[in-house]
């Protein structure tokens, strides 16, 4: 059985810093797309950031430079170091992997 258990979420003033991470296991972690995705109150999940087995990523174009996603094969852990946070980046964060397992999400509030 495929568990997905994301930390680090927390609260944080503007322009501060987060790192998430999300530990996998029971899954072929090594040859899968890892990725966040994030959902506001009120609004649909939307994707965060991407990375492939390769190291390949793709992020949305709203956290483009601020948000970096990696991963450690060794450890089945994915990561997203946040940075230069906005008010509006306030969400529950899942990350998933290969679109087939989810976390169960932990919670980024971003104060003004």
């Known amino acids: 059985q495929v568990q997905l258990v994301e930390f680090g979420g927390g609260l944080v003033q503007a322009g501060g810093s987060l790192r998430l991470s999300c530990t996998a296991s029971?899954?072929?972690?090594?040859?899968?797309?890892m990725g966040w995705y994030r959902q506001a109150p009120g609004k649909q999940r939307e994707l965060v950031a991407g990375?492939?087995?390769?190291?390949?990523?793709n992020y949305a174009d709203s956290v483009k430079g601020r948000f970096t996603i990696s991963r450690d094969n060794a450890k089945n852990r994915v990561y997203l170091q946040m940075s230069s946070l906005k008010p509006e980046d306030t969400a529950v964060y899942y990350c998933?992997?290969?679109?087939?397992?989810w976390g169960q999400g932990t919670q980024v509030t971003v104060s003004s």
């Open positions: 990375i492939t087995s390769g190291g390949s990523t």
């Open positions: 029971g899954s072929s972690f090594s040859i899968n797309v």
């Open positions: 998933h992997e290969d679109w087939r397992w």
